[in-house]
């Protein structure tokens, strides 16, 4: 019953957000798309079709209906790819966050409850892993082994938990001090219970705020290293491959790159707009929260 009038109430705000519901809806549409992506592509996304190359949109001269967006240089569907893009995109956007939090979550909770020799041990390999630039990091790890989906969300998962180690640990060292822990300790409850049940719900608002702007930060990320060719590779298809593919053809076939950056764009809106208003929503100091956002 308390889980629906939350779900209820969460309803009422994000309502009355036009940021949040925007944000919403686009997600929404996103994760319909990327899910049922193989019913709704009008064409095979990896086929070359050379008698139809470089066809524009269809509302231009000589486009058709076929390929609402036009084709590329190989006469692949502009459409159809974008909709498969959209897979790899939240893919490598959603899991590659879920490493980088759960290892930052470990991190932080370890270090900031903890403390002492634990502490000075976590945070001085959390600075150490800051001296290393991640894109560079990134750059070479993808240059080293064969680019993958996976090999994305690994090698992206692992230069971003840094972030969420020191949220958190400053969110725990907060929480700790706090009346019912002490309370808790007091009464000889175990650190594992007291972790669980008092710490990590209490931070975890902060913690899915962070998570849902990462995504969008990721998404940026993925399509650039395709773009410079060190994400994933043919025949799987990426928005920021696209771009890639489109590169040459700016000023001729403006078509090839621009449809797919502009569903990087609304995507990435949509995902910050939804995390703005988590923030305001799940921020308890933030009259927001009482409004709904706006």
Excluded: C
């Amino acid at each position: 019953m308390k889980v629906m009038t939350s779900f209820s109430k969460l309803y009422k705000l994000l309502i009355r957000s036009k940021t949040g519901l925007t944000g919403f809806i686009i997600v929404l549409a996103v994760i319909i798309i990327a899910i049922i992506a193989n019913w709704i592509i009008p064409h095979n996304p990896a086929q070359n079709d050379l008698s139809n190359t470089l066809l524009p949109p269809f509302w231009m001269e000589g486009g058709s209906t076929n390929y609402l967006l036009g084709t590329d240089n190989l006469g692949r569907d502009i459409l159809s790819r974008i909709i498969i893009g959209s897979r790899v995109s939240l893919l490598v956007g959603v899991f590659s966050v879920l490493l980088a939090g759960f290892i930052g979550l470990l991190v932080g909770v370890l270090a900031g409850y903890y403390g002492k020799w634990i502490d000075t041990i976590l945070m001085r390999f959390v600075d150490s892993f800051l001296a290393i630039p991640s894109i560079l990091f990134i750059l070479v790890v993808l240059t080293v082994f064969e680019p993958s989906i996976m090999t994305l969300i690994i090698v992206i998962g692992l230069t971003n938990w840094v972030a969420y180690a020191r949220v958190v640990r400053g969110e725990v060292l907060s929480v700790k001090e706090r009346d019912y822990v002490r309370a808790s300790k007091s009464i000889g409850t175990n650190n594992t219970t007291i972790i669980t049940k008092h710490i990590i719900p209490n931070i975890l608002s902060s913690f899915i705020v962070i998570s849902a702007l990462s995504v969008a930060t990721t998404i940026i990320l993925e399509a650039s290293l395709s773009f410079l060719g060190l994400g994933i590779q043919p025949p799987d298809v990426s928005w920021g491959a696209m771009l890639t593919d489109g590169r040459d053809y700016l000023a001729t076939n403006w078509w090839i790159a621009t449809f797919p950056g502009i569903a990087i764009t609304i995507t990435v809106l949509g995902i910050i707009f939804l995390g703005d208003w988590l923030r305001d929503i799940l921020d308890p100091r933030n009259t927001l929260s009482k409004k709904g956002g706006v």
